[in-house]
């Protein structure tokens, strides 16, 4: 690897994820938490934004930590390298230098589920179960995104998780299937295993950014909404609109009878004072995103949030709504916040 400009610093050889690469770094750039090994042999737990530059594109390593992936974004896009792909290919100096490899060695993920909350109101039920697996008429909570998701032809999705975050991709594993034939892979953004908790919503989409494209659904994998369509349509439509995220709304539950956000008459957003007069609807947490929204001044976090920085979404909106970059449309199907053992209870009569 060659390092532009920079003075060239050796660090290595040294094990990655059971590669031994051979890494050069330019020293401004080098920032390696902190180091163990078994028997002698290295390893390097967190290398972060190390420059690199290669036959087909430039741009930085993001993470590689315990046992989890290496982010590479380049100038080309960006793609996760995944331990067992690693583990079964070359050196990663030699991986990331091949003039013939594709910069996306795994497809981009267009959806992100919400999964890495503690769930603390629906404690006792959470103490030992995630809340997006606790049952909702024989399926856990998480399985209805999924499905709808499938139905509308998304490939690959990013799961976050967090609390319990084993038990998700123990149950899931790396594949959705429906019917015993559409397969929708998914991804883990373990914020659990990398900071040692959740990052809110804002923090968690970020960290996960690299992994996903341009364009991308999110919805939070603790809401019930059996009914909703992740249509192609609304996504191509949203994809050439100049907004940076349409959003989904509903009509307000007894729980937030106060609503979140206003909509104007041509389908904006509205962040809206609290006066009398004004309509207010409830964030269904379901979403379209451009990458464009994650990179704006109001969100000053860089894409992979290396540094596990906790962030709420809420304030990001509605800076984004003041500059008119926000679209929404309300959804009048089922849909519930399953927040509490009674409304869960409820939806299990």
Not at 41 to 59: F, S
Not at 96 to 113: E, F, G, I, K, R
Request: net charge neutral; glycine share 10%.
């Amino acid at each position: 690897m060659t390092v532009g400009e920079h003075k060239a610093v050796t660090v290595g050889p040294m094990w990655v994820l059971r590669v031994v690469p051979q890494v050069f770094a330019p020293q401004s750039h080098r920032n390696i938490s902190h180091a163990h090994g078994r028997a002698g042999v290295p390893r390097i737990c967190n290398l972060y934004r190390v420059h690199c530059q290669c036959a087909y594109c430039t741009g930085h390593l993001l993470v590689i930590g315990h046992g989890g992936s290496v982010y590479f974004v380049g100038d080309r896009g960006s793609a996760i390298l995944t331990k067992s792909f690693l583990s079964k290919t070359k050196p990663l100096a030699t991986l990331l230098c091949m003039a013939d490899a594709p910069v996306s060695l795994t497809p981009h993920a267009q959806a992100m589920l919400l999964a890495a909350g503690r769930g603390e109101r629906m404690r006792p039920h959470t103490d030992t179960t995630p809340k997006p697996l606790l049952q909702v008429r024989g399926k856990p909570l998480l399985w209805y995104p999924l499905h709808a998701l499938a139905s509308g032809g998304v490939e690959r999705v990013v799961i976050n998780t967090a609390w319990l975050e084993d038990q998700i991709p123990a149950y899931f594993g790396e594949h959705f299937v429906v019917n015993d034939a559409t397969a929708v892979a998914l991804d883990y953004s373990k914020e659990g295993r990398d900071f040692g908790g959740a990052l809110e919503t804002a923090g968690g989409i970020v960290r996960a950014l690299p992994l996903l494209t341009d364009v991308f659904w999110v919805a939070a994998g603790d809401v019930y909404a059996p009914d909703f369509a992740f249509s192609t349509e609304a996504y191509e439509r949203f994809k050439v609109s100049p907004k940076l995220a349409h959003i989904w709304l509903v009509p307000n539950p007894d729980h937030n009878t106060g609503g979140d956000f206003g909509l104007s008459p041509e389908g904006l957003a509205l962040n809206l004072p609290r006066n009398a007069g004004h309509t207010f609807f409830t964030f269904s947490t379901i979403a379209l995103y451009k990458h464009a929204f994650f990179e704006a001044a109001w969100c000053p976090i860089p894409a992979g949030n290396p540094e596990g920085v906790k962030a709420p979404l809420a304030a990001m909106l509605r800076a984004a709504m003041d500059q008119g970059l926000v679209s929404a449309s309300v959804f009048e199907g089922m849909w519930a916040d399953v927040g509490t053992p009674a409304r869960l209870a409820q939806l299990n009569l």
